[in-house]
């Protein structure tokens, strides 16, 4: 388990892929200390019940849904929900600190509006707060194929200083099930916040 204490925004939009949302929560919530904000939008509550099979209505129920299992003893990280729409909310401040933000997934919307300094909703305003302030940024877009637009949208973000991550796990580990395949991704993302994990086997290459 990590030592210090994380402070994160962490935000799920619409993009396909809950699964990564969820590992990536549950990873966090039983190995990191520390306490998130979190936001959710309305499209990722749809994905998520289209790809999870649930019947989500609201921010809470995601967080609950995504945490299911993990007895409360054994959590050592709390979340604060945060209103999508709330753009006062002070993770859309820079004077907030955090240890930077985790977009899982982000949907190619979510990232043309950060690309572009178009802060419409809270995900997007609390993604242009971390990259002017020059914090961490971790954004894990899933489409295929790739339109023009998205790749100069990443190029874009990638030059202001946020990090694309796409939800393209290995199978060099051999996953057996969907979940090894969410662990992954939720294992590089901990990886580019220096957090030691064991998510998966590491493959360190041969002689
Ligand atoms: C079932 C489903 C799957 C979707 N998959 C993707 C996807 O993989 N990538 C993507 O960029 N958008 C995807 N979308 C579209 C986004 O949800 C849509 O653009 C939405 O407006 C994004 O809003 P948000 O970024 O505010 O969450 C999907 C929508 C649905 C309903």
């Not at 999870?52 to 299992?69: M, Q, S, V």
């Not at 194929?145 to 939800?167: C, D, F």
């Not at 994990?197 to 493959?203: A, D, I, P, Q, T």
């Amino acid at each position: 388990m990590s030592q210090r204490e994380y402070k994160f925004v962490i935000a799920a939009s619409g993009a396909s892929g809950a699964i990564y949302g969820r590992e990536l929560l549950r990873a966090i919530a039983s190995s990191v200390p520390g306490e998130s904000s979190l936001i959710v939008s309305a499209a990722a509550l749809r994905v998520y019940n289209q790809e999870l099979k649930g019947t989500l209505r609201t921010p809470e129920e995601y967080l609950d849904a995504n945490l299911n299992g993990i007895a409360s003893d054994k959590r050592v990280h709390s979340f604060r929900i945060l209103d999508h729409a709330d753009i006062g909310a002070k993770a859309a401040s820079g004077s907030t600190p955090s240890d930077g933000m985790i977009i899982c997934p982000c949907s190619m919307k979510t990232l043309a509006g950060i690309a572009h300094g178009y802060t419409s909703n809270l995900i997007e305003r609390a993604a242009d707060v971390c990259l002017k302030e020059r914090r961490r940024l971790v954004v894990v877009p899933r489409e295929t194929p790739y339109s023009l637009i998205h790749l100069r949208n990443m190029t874009q973000l990638t030059e202001a200083g946020g990090i694309v991550l796409p939800g393209s796990p290995g199978f060099y580990q051999n996953p057996r099930t969907l979940d090894d395949l969410g662990r992954f991704i939720a294992g590089r993302i901990l990886s580019l916040f220096d957090i030691h994990h064991s998510l998966y086997e590491g493959w360190e290459g041969e002689d």
